[in-house]
């Protein structure tokens, strides 16, 4: 008796060096690929699994799907296809693939600020030199500095490694303090902290304003869900030192840009470095555009030339998970919302 062949549509613009590593995963793979936005009907007919950016069929559409995996970490936006909400789909991310990437990232926004980097192209721009400049710029040692992470996830552990070696102090808030270590059933994307050994302390979610106090930098990396919606607000702005940076590269919503306008504009907080918003694009008539203690980057922390490779790696190494029936990487937690 011959095993079960399963159909693969992938809406997606993959290389055929990808398409041809994704195929060699096993004969038992009839993998189809098509633009994204041009998925035809009958494909979702026939497909037990998905591989999409955002294409969705319902659940008429695709009644032979199981399993769909997504090309980014982030599901806020997804989880209300009624496709992905179906109790017999597996939904899966690509997260850990933005790992080392958005740890790099948030490095350099720290010591951007660290090192007063924007005043220094204002000053560039304008042609000045600054009267005394050595009293002006003289940062303290990075070392001994701490890193406040909300969310202490793959990108978290991440930023974590690299901070550590600078010889920064990290803390983080974590949904469960308890258990530190990183999940076997998550796909590593970088080296990071799989132990959850690098942090002086585990916060819980609902001590941030009390982390807050301890940070030079306070970085969001938590999925956006019901319980972190605003979970930066204004109490934990105000705990925040008058020295300290803000930066988020998680999801808008996780903090309040009402609240954080009005530290940034008093300066309650030194700065924030924004690679996501409430809004996005942001308004060109947003407060933030204008304001000298901001770096924005329009949700580009992410991205790498590699990237197509990286997310494909996850695929591939769950298509054989698939195939062999053991447990996927990155499964959504539906219930959870991440």
Same mark, same amino acid.
């Given at each position: 008796?011959?095993?079960?062949? =399963?159909?693969?549509?992938?809406?997606?613009?993959?290389?055929?060096?990808?398409? !041809?590593?994704?195929?060699?995963?096993?004969?038992?793979?009839?993998?189809?690929?098509?633009?994204?936005?041009?998925?035809?009907?009958?494909?979702?007919?026939?497909?037990?699994?998905? =591989?999409?950016?955002? !294409?969705?069929?319902?659940?008429?559409?695709?009644?032979?799907?199981?399993?769909?995996?997504?090309?980014?970490?982030?599901?806020?936006?997804?989880?209300?296809?009624?496709?992905?909400?179906?109790?017999?789909?597996?939904?899966?991310?690509?997260?850990?693939?933005?790992?080392?990437?958005?740890?790099? =990232?948030?490095?350099?926004?720290?010591?951007?600020?660290?090192?007063?980097?924007?005043?220094?192209?204002?000053?560039?721009?304008?042609?000045?030199?600054?009267?005394?400049?050595?009293?002006?710029?003289?940062?303290?040692?990075?070392?001994?500095?701490?890193?406040?992470?909300?969310?202490?996830?793959?990108?978290?552990?991440?930023?974590?490694?690299?901070?550590?070696?600078?010889?920064?102090?990290?803390?983080?808030?974590?949904?469960?303090?308890?258990?530190?270590?990183?999940?076997?059933?998550?796909?590593?994307?970088?080296?990071? !902290?799989?132990?959850?050994?690098?942090?002086?302390?585990? =916060?819980?979610?609902?001590?941030?304003?009390?982390?807050?106090?301890?940070?030079?930098?306070?970085?969001?990396?938590?999925?956006?869900?019901?319980?972190?919606?605003?979970?930066?607000?204004?109490?934990?702005?105000?705990?925040?030192?008058?020295?300290?940076?803000?930066?988020?590269?998680?999801?808008?919503?996780?903090?309040?840009?009402?609240?954080?306008? #009005?530290?940034?504009?008093?300066?309650?907080?030194?700065?924030?470095?924004? #690679?996501?918003?409430?809004?996005?694009?942001?308004?060109?008539?947003?407060?933030?555009?204008?304001?000298?203690?901001?770096?924005?980057?329009?949700?580009?922390?992410?991205?790498?030339?590699?990237?197509?490779?990286?997310?494909?790696?996850?695929?591939?190494?769950?298509?054989?998970?698939?195939?062999?029936?053991?447990?996927?990487?990155?499964?959504?937690?539906?219930?959870?919302?991440?």
């Amino acid at each position: 008796m011959s095993e079960r062949v =399963y159909n693969v549509v992938l809406a997606m613009d993959f290389s055929e060096q990808i398409l !041809d590593q994704i195929r060699a995963v096993s004969p038992r793979l009839s993998v189809r690929q098509f633009p994204p936005g041009k998925v035809p009907p009958e494909a979702y007919t026939i497909a037990d699994i998905l =591989y999409t950016v955002r !294409d969705f069929p319902t659940p008429e559409q695709a009644p032979h799907l199981r399993w769909i995996q997504l090309n980014y970490a982030g599901v806020d936006g997804i989880l209300t296809q009624p496709i992905a909400q179906a109790k017999e789909v597996t939904l899966t991310t690509a997260s850990g693939v933005h790992a080392e990437t958005i740890a790099n =990232y948030c490095l350099m926004m720290m010591l951007a600020f660290h090192y007063q980097l924007p005043r220094m192209i204002r000053d560039q721009q304008k042609a000045h030199w600054p009267q005394r400049p050595h009293d002006l710029y003289r940062p303290p040692d990075v070392r001994g500095r701490v890193l406040g992470i909300v969310g202490y996830g793959t990108i978290a552990r991440e930023l974590a490694r690299v901070a550590a070696a600078l010889g920064v102090r990290v803390l983080a808030t974590k949904r469960d303090p308890k258990h530190p270590a990183e999940g076997s059933d998550e796909y590593r994307g970088a080296v990071g !902290d799989p132990t959850g050994e690098i942090p002086d302390r585990l =916060y819980p979610p609902a001590a941030l304003a009390l982390m807050a106090k301890e940070c030079d930098w306070l970085v969001v990396t938590a999925p956006l869900t019901q319980e972190t919606l605003h979970c930066v607000n204004a109490e934990v702005l105000r705990a925040m030192k008058p020295s300290s940076v803000l930066i988020n590269i998680a999801r808008g919503p996780l903090v309040d840009e009402a609240a954080l306008i #009005d530290a940034l504009r008093s300066q309650q907080i030194a700065g924030a470095a924004l #690679d996501v918003f409430e809004t996005e694009p942001l308004p060109a008539d947003s407060p933030l555009w204008a304001l000298e203690n901001v770096i924005i980057s329009p949700h580009t922390a992410g991205n790498s030339v590699g990237y197509h490779e990286k997310a494909a790696a996850i695929f591939i190494e769950n298509l054989q998970r698939f195939i062999e029936k053991k447990p996927l990487l990155n499964v959504v937690r539906k219930e959870d919302g991440y």
